[in-house]
């Protein structure tokens, strides 16, 4: 079977895409990162290097951030598949 490497996904074009549909289902909440980062239990600085994309986003914490958003998690993922 071949090898096959993963590229970083830090600062790519898919991992920007996430970001930008993250901060726009925000916005439209109408949340500030430290509103969203206190319905986390996290420091605001969480939400501030995932948005400054400094800090990739795994599925479970995609999950819990819509989900504490009021937002259908599948919806904002089919967002990003468009």
Known sequence: MPKTTLRKTLRSKGHRALIDILVEARERAGLTQRDLAARLKRPH?????IEAGERRVDVIEFIEITRVMGLDPNHL????LE
């Open 45 to 49: 600085s969480f939400i501030g290097r």
């Open 77 to 80: 993922f089919a967002k990003l």
